[in-house]
């Protein structure tokens, strides 16, 4: 499946969140990361993330579409790579 | 059509951009924007943050999806909500 994944996660953890997320998507915008991904690797994925943030504070949000061919993506302005960025 | 709009935009224009964007979708995250939009009201929205955003620096990912019951979304920790935010 296509999956979108944007966090609003507090400063002491963003980077714990970013480090994991980046082995399994891509980090597409500051916020943002995609990517193809199966069901299994996504579950395990939020299980980590589940015990990094604080439930109470940290919001985060999957989009998930099963065939990326229902989902178009336009960009205005620049398109991030921030995949390479060393955390 | 439904959207997700998210952006990483410079300090001094992120509120005119979330201004703008209040128009036309809904604040569910910091940095997200989604709802039900038309074609022609997303187009506009988008012409009219093309005049405020520096194409140079900033970034906004625009993902629509035809039908909503393509997508699903999930959340981990804190479903915030930011629409009633005053700006």
Redesign the interface.
């Known amino acids: 499946m296509f999956v979108?994944l944007?966090?609003?996660v507090g400063e002491k953890r963003v980077n714990k969140v970013r480090k994991k997320l980046k082995k399994y998507l891509i980090w597409?915008?500051?916020?943002?990361f995609e990517g193809e991904i199966t069901k299994g690797k996504l579950q395990q994925c939020?299980l980590e993330?589940?015990r990094i943030?604080?439930?109470?504070?940290?919001?985060?949000?999957?989009?998930?579409?099963?065939?990326p061919k229902?989902?178009?993506?336009?960009?205005?302005?620049?398109?991030?790579s921030l995949d390479d960025m060393f955390l």
Chains 1, 2 share one sequence.
């Open positions: 979108i944007t966090y609003d597409v915008q500051n916020s943002v939020l993330l589940s943030i604080n439930e109470k504070e940290d919001s985060i949000y999957i989009y998930e579409v099963n065939t229902f989902i178009t993506k336009n960009i205005i302005g620049q398109e991030k």
